[in-house]
């Protein structure tokens, strides 16, 4: 699951992007702002305060939610990706603090440069599955 500032312009492209690309349909997506993500937030002692940019929400063995921010989200959200964008995920190999650096600086500007969210697309029947509340 993606969670995704539903306010930011770019986290919008992203989310319409991803939804482009993802051809088997693995992720779904949910507003930062909603109740599903309220719920995430909740079961997560580590959320960072403030956390206003893409969260990958995976579950692994046993049903064990692992939760993933900044970069660490952007390089598991590629594992879900056809080639070649699959190809970043192998990214995660290198040290976190170093691309979060050039992550949250560019999420510093973010609405500066693409603005806010004053309309979307309208989801087909099967994207709209695909999205949570």
Known sequence: MVLYDGDCGFCDHTVQWLLDHDRDGRLVFAPLQGPTAAAVRARQPRWPPGLDSLVLVEVGPGGRERVAWYSRAVLGICAYLPWPWRAAAL???????????????FARIRHRVFGRVESCRIPSPAERARFLP
């Open 91 to 105: 990214l995660r190999i290198l040290p976190a603090p170093l691309f979060d650096l050039g992550y949250r600086a």
